[in-house]
């Protein structure tokens, strides 16, 4: 473990629990990174899984925005070849560009996987970040907050379950491997922490019509969680009619609260209301 000073504002917690360290590599290198892989980590502070994932991949590209940790990380790894240190912001990069890269400079490598004990305050972005380039990753497995890793696999029914929810397994299929207590850390977080994993799915979950529409009318109806269905649906503009007929449609009970609502039902009801919307701008036509 280094002796370098954490900074708050870059939400670095760095794992020193050297039993939690060797659960989170065997869950990792055991079944998750061959020696075939390209890995991508994210924020490897002081190296804790940089130095075990570099023997094991083929190559493994370790980005990290504090420049003291860059320099700590390189003086360790000394001449390993099979590794860069990054020193730059991962939501800054272009990341579908860094993987067309790495898979040139690397035609023999097999699947390209992202692992990292991300920042807890910006878990969102970079797994937002990591969906919107779905197509080029096979597998991620990160820390995050126990809470945050709750509702990125919830199920209907729970109360973590939610819009975020909807949006992931839409894209891949997410399950949590094993909490890990915030005493694991340095500095401690306020709050416990989850390894979860994110497989991309090939193709989305259900098939909808209309995919902006889809996600419209789940924004809809989680931002107005305690409201019945019906009247968050309000919301999207569309008239009280057509509303009417996609839930009868769709075999919904406009009262029914969202966290009910499976993602097979909203898929359901989306393309229903995109089939009634249609219906009265016909209708509409037809008057003039």
Same mark, same amino acid.
């Given at each position: 473990?280094?002796?370098?000073?954490?900074?708050?504002?870059?939400?670095?917690?760095?794992?020193?629990?050297?039993?939690?360290?060797?659960?989170?590599?065997?869950?990792?290198?055991?079944?998750?990174?061959?020696?075939?892989?390209?890995?991508?980590?994210?924020?490897?502070?002081?190296?804790?899984?940089?130095?075990?994932?570099?023997?094991?991949?083929?190559?493994?590209?370790?980005?990290?925005?504090?420049?003291?940790?860059?320099?700590? /990380?390189?003086? %360790?790894?000394? *001449? &390993? =070849?099979? #590794?860069?240190?990054?020193?730059?912001?991962?939501?800054?990069?272009?990341?579908?560009?860094?993987?067309?890269? /790495?898979?040139? %400079?690397?035609? *023999? &490598? =097999?699947? #390209?996987?992202?692992?990292?004990?991300?920042?807890?305050?910006?878990?969102?972005?970079?797994?937002?970040?990591?969906?919107?380039? %779905?197509?080029?990753?096979?597998?991620? #497995?990160?820390?995050?907050?126990?809470?945050?890793?709750?509702?990125?696999?919830?199920?209907?029914?729970?109360?973590?379950?939610?819009?975020?929810?909807?949006?992931?397994?839409?894209?891949?299929?997410?399950?949590?491997?094993?909490?890990?207590?915030?005493?694991?850390?340095?500095?401690?977080?306020?709050?416990?922490?989850?390894?979860?994993?994110?497989?991309?799915?090939?193709?989305?979950?259900?098939?909808?019509?209309?995919?902006?529409?889809?996600?419209?009318?789940?924004?809809?109806?989680?931002?107005?969680?305690?409201?019945?269905?019906?009247?968050?649906?309000?919301?999207?503009?569309?008239?009280?009619?057509?509303?009417?007929?996609?839930?009868?449609?769709?075999?919904?009970?406009?009262?029914?609260?969202?966290?009910?609502?499976?993602?097979?039902?909203?898929?359901?009801?989306?393309?229903?209301?995109?089939?009634?919307?249609?219906?009265?701008?016909?209708?509409?036509?037809?008057?003039?």
């Amino acid at each position: 473990m280094s002796s370098i000073r954490t900074r708050k504002n870059l939400g670095q917690n760095l794992l020193i629990d050297a039993s939690v360290r060797d659960k989170i590599v065997a869950a990792t290198l055991g079944s998750v990174v061959t020696p075939s892989d390209i890995v991508i980590e994210i924020g490897p502070g002081d190296g804790v899984l940089t130095f075990p994932l570099s023997k094991r991949a083929l190559f493994l590209l370790a980005v990290e925005v504090d420049s003291r940790f860059c320099r700590y /990380l390189c003086q %360790r790894l000394g *001449e &390993a =070849g099979n #590794v860069e240190v990054r020193n730059a912001d991962f939501l800054r990069l272009n990341l579908r560009e860094e993987i067309a890269n /790495l898979k040139e %400079r690397f035609p *023999e &490598a =097999g699947a #390209v996987k992202i692992v990292s004990n991300l920042p807890f305050y910006i878990t969102t972005p970079i797994i937002t970040k990591i969906i919107e380039n %779905r197509s080029f990753i096979d597998l991620c #497995v990160v820390t995050v907050q126990k809470e945050v890793a709750e509702r990125f696999a919830a199920v209907p029914g729970s109360k973590r379950y939610g819009a975020i929810t909807l949006f992931l397994s839409y894209y891949a299929r997410v399950n949590i491997l094993f909490s890990v207590s915030k005493e694991a850390f340095r500095p401690k977080p306020e709050v416990d922490g989850a390894v979860i994993s994110l497989v991309p799915r090939a193709r989305p979950a259900v098939e909808v019509k209309d995919e902006t529409l889809f996600f419209r009318v789940i924004r809809a109806a989680f931002g107005q969680r305690r409201k019945m269905l019906k009247n968050s649906l309000r919301s999207l503009g569309i008239p009280e009619s057509a509303i009417n007929q996609a839930l009868h449609e769709s075999g919904l009970d406009p009262a029914l609260r969202p966290e009910r609502i499976s993602i097979e039902d909203f898929a359901a009801l989306a393309d229903a209301l995109s089939a009634a919307s249609e219906k009265e701008v016909s209708k509409h036509r037809a008057k003039k």
